[in-house]
């Protein structure tokens, strides 16, 4: 069956014990209405407008945010996602407040896929690829996988920070938590989504294939995924602008383990041999690393700025996934 794991990043896990007819009266005490039939995708839509998280108020009274204008289709997925789940919430006599990254993905990341040339030349002469970022600026917001006033390396990308819960007893943790992803699995095999969760993966996903729907689609899926490899690395263009793009790198020293499109836009990243402590690293100790990996990265950005400006475009149009991609 479908799990309905598309869900939205920002999620909160399940707890342990299933919520006890004692925890009832706390629902109330949170100040909503008892009723459990969750949010239509009615009102989980919004309007239009330009703010990642600009919002209104539906008559429940759940915070539901407006979708922007021209956003695509899986940008408005996300939206009812988080819709859905604050008007299940509310609902059930919670808070819950929905939120949506601004367009174009975190800024500390950008530097990465390099698919934004300027944004990522500007990160990565000071972050490199962002594999010791963290241990030179642990305190930079800006610095891939960074935790302010944490732990450096253990970012949590999807974490928003909101009151929602704040000042709650045990007793009324575990409600909430039970209200919104269902009650706790028995056992690993048996880890699925519930709640509000699954109310808003249905509105966007509709309900659970069989297993020989599944299948189907999940081949389906796969075929295409192929299909579309085929074309990005059958297409003229592409083929030769990485052709270009390896001839640059190995002049500069930099080893080529491919030169398919698919396996380009990533390949010197993701090649690196990085220590498995480089986020604990010291910044004495990482410093040097940095400095040889900004420079490394700005050369792979020069190389590849020709071949990432074609090829990006044409993989939104025949999206892939797959080993480097």
Same mark, same amino acid.
């Given at each position: 069956?479908?799990?309905?794991t598309?869900?939205?990043?920002?999620?909160?896990?399940?707890?342990?014990t299933?919520?006890a007819?004692?925890?009832?009266?706390?629902l109330?005490?949170c100040?909503?209405?008892?009723?459990k039939?969750?949010?239509?995708?009615?009102s989980?839509?919004?309007?239009?407008?330009?703010?990642?998280?600009?919002?209104?108020?539906?008559?429940?009274?759940?915070?539901?945010?407006t979708?922007p204008?021209?956003?695509?289709?899986?940008?408005?997925?996300?939206?009812?996602q988080?819709?859905?789940?604050?008007?299940?919430?509310?609902?059930?006599?919670?808070?819950?407040?929905?939120?949506?990254?601004?367009?174009?993905?975190?800024?500390?990341? $950008?530097?990465?896929d /390099?698919e934004?040339? *300027?944004?990522? %030349? #500007?990160?990565?002469?000071?972050?490199?690829?962002? &594999?010791? !970022?963290?241990?030179?600026?642990?305190?930079d917001?800006?610095?891939?996988?960074?935790?302010?006033?944490?732990?450096?390396?253990?970012?949590?990308?999807?974490?928003?920070?909101?009151?929602?819960?704040?000042?709650?007893?045990?007793?009324?943790?575990k409600?909430?938590?039970?209200?919104?992803?269902?009650?706790?699995?028995?056992?690993?095999?048996?880890?699925?989504?519930?709640?509000?969760?699954?109310?808003?993966?249905?509105? $966007?996903?509709?309900? /659970?294939?069989?297993a *020989?729907?599944? %299948? #189907?689609?999940?081949?389906?899926?796969?075929?295409? &995924?192929? !299909?579309?490899?085929?074309?990005?690395?059958?297409?003229?263009?592409?083929?030769q602008l990485?052709?270009?793009?390896?001839?640059?790198?190995?002049?500069?020293?930099?080893?080529?383990?491919?030169?398919?499109?698919?396996?380009?836009?990533?390949?010197?990243?993701l090649?690196?041999?990085?220590?498995?402590?480089?986020?604990?690293?010291?910044?004495?100790?990482?410093?040097?690393?940095?400095?040889k990996?900004?420079?490394?990265?700005?050369?792979?950005?020069?190389?590849?700025?020709?071949?990432r400006?074609?090829?990006?475009?044409?993989?939104?149009?025949?999206?892939?996934?797959?080993?480097?991609?």
């Amino acid at each position: 069956m479908n799990s309905h794991t598309n869900m939205p990043k920002r999620v909160r896990v399940s707890v342990a014990t299933v919520l006890a007819i004692g925890l009832l009266p706390l629902l109330a005490a949170c100040g909503g209405s008892s009723d459990k039939t969750g949010a239509s995708s009615d009102s989980a839509a919004g309007g239009g407008a330009n703010a990642a998280n600009d919002s209104t108020t539906n008559a429940d009274g759940a915070v539901q945010l407006t979708v922007p204008d021209g956003a695509d289709a899986e940008t408005k997925k996300t939206y009812i996602q988080e819709n859905t789940i604050a008007a299940c919430m509310k609902k059930q006599g919670f808070i819950y407040t929905p939120h949506v990254a601004a367009a174009g993905g975190d800024a500390a990341y $950008v530097g990465l896929d /390099a698919e934004d040339y *300027a944004a990522a %030349k #500007k990160s990565r002469e000071k972050y490199g690829f962002g &594999n010791y !970022a963290a241990a030179v600026y642990p305190d930079d917001p800006n610095a891939p996988f960074s935790n302010p006033g944490g732990k450096a390396g253990a970012k949590r990308t999807d974490a928003v920070a909101d009151d929602d819960e704040k000042g709650f007893t045990p007793a009324q943790q575990k409600a909430y938590q039970e209200a919104l992803a269902g009650p706790p699995a028995k056992s690993k095999a048996d880890e699925k989504i519930g709640g509000c969760e699954l109310k808003a993966s249905i509105a $966007v996903n509709g309900h /659970a294939l069989s297993a *020989a729907e599944q %299948k #189907k689609a999940d081949n389906a899926k796969a075929e295409a &995924n192929r !299909a579309n490899g085929l074309e990005l690395n059958g297409d003229t263009q592409l083929v030769q602008l990485a052709q270009g793009y390896a001839t640059c790198l190995k002049a500069q020293g930099i080893p080529v383990s491919t030169t398919q499109p698919t396996g380009m836009s990533n390949m010197v990243r993701l090649e690196q041999n990085v220590p498995e402590n480089h986020f604990s690293m010291s910044k004495a100790e990482a410093l040097p690393l940095l400095t040889k990996e900004i420079d490394l990265s700005l050369k792979d950005l020069e190389c590849g700025k020709k071949f990432r400006a074609a090829y990006f475009p044409k993989e939104k149009a025949h999206p892939y996934y797959g080993d480097n991609a």
